[in-house]
């Protein structure tokens, strides 16, 4: 994660580490989220605040058994800015742990950029 961060994102100035959120449900069952996990690490190291700026409202199937276009609509209405998160003008990397086809990290920065984040860009752990 911080190799790629260094190669592709440490030129450019960031505002702040947005990590995808859980369901509470499903945040409850594992204890922690695995996204907010990485997002503080990353952000420790290379000297980025983390926030929270998302929520999962509506609790979905897990993504890794879908296809894209299931994974599209699993994710619809599934996200929102949470409550008093202004993205405004901000530069945010959105911070996941893997990216298989894109359909997370597209809804989040989709919410991101309705609400007025001037860039939005996506770094995972791994690629599936």
Not at 51 to 64: D, F, I, S, Y
Not at 88 to 111: E, H, K, P, S, Y
Request: hydrophobic share 40%.
């Amino acid at each position: 994660m911080q190799d790629g961060f260094r190669q592709y994102y440490s030129m450019e100035n960031w505002d702040e580490l947005v990590p995808v959120p859980l369901h509470p449900s499903r945040r409850k069952i594992r204890g922690f989220n695995q996204s907010a996990e990485i997002a503080r690490w990353l952000g420790g190291k290379v000297g980025i605040p983390v926030v929270e700026g998302l929520v999962r409202v509506k609790a979905t199937p897990a993504q890794a058994r879908l296809k894209r276009g299931e994974r599209l609509r699993n994710l619809r209405g599934a996200l929102e800015l949470a409550r008093g998160f202004d993205p405004r003008g901000r530069r945010l990397l959105i911070c996941d742990d893997v990216f298989t086809t894109g359909a997370t990290a597209d809804a989040c920065a989709r919410i991101l950029q309705q609400a007025g984040a001037a860039e939005v860009a996506a770094l995972t752990v791994a690629r599936g």
